[in-house]
Nanobody, 123 residues
Framework: QVQLVESGGGLVQAGGSLRLSCATS????????MSWFRQAPGKEREFVAA????????SYADSVKGRFTISRDNAKNTVYLQMNSLKAEDTAVYYC????????????????WGQGTQVTVSS
């Protein structure tokens, strides 16, 4: 069993930055690919970014490329999402997720989910 706990969300002005963290339990963190998804009010949950177990492979949604960076520290069992140049349309609840599969953008491939952290960008 893997437990995921997100933190770092908050209210920020457009153009600002936030760094989200996802702390995980369990000794097998390094064997999981990790991702961030987000869900805005009235919209479906969507893929944001993913990293392989080693961090050597990353994938991003087109909407965040060049602005967001996913990284992980396997020694700390933590994955991060650095978000720069934030826009109002980035407002959403952000979720981290873990999968034993390879890097994937498909929500249904993920086995474990956190409870989410709210990010609100004011314009």
């Amino acid at each position: 069993q893997v437990q995921l706990v997100e933190s770092g969300g908050g209210l920020v002005q457009a153009g600002g930055s936030l760094r989200l963290s996802c702390a995980t339990s369990g000794r097998t963190f390094s064997s999981y690919a990790m991702s961030w998804f987000r869900q805005a009010p009235g919209k479906e949950r969507e893929f944001v970014a993913a990293t392989s177990w080693s961090g050597g492979i990353t994938s991003y949604a087109d909407s965040v490329k060049g602005r967001f960076t996913i990284s992980r520290d396997n020694a700390k069992n933590t994955v991060y999402l650095q978000m720069n140049s934030l826009k109002a349309e980035d407002t959403a609840v952000y979720y981290c997720a873990a999968t034993k599969s390879t890097v994937t953008t498909r929500m249904y491939d993920y086995d474990y989910w956190g409870q989410g952290t709210q990010v609100t960008v004011s314009s």
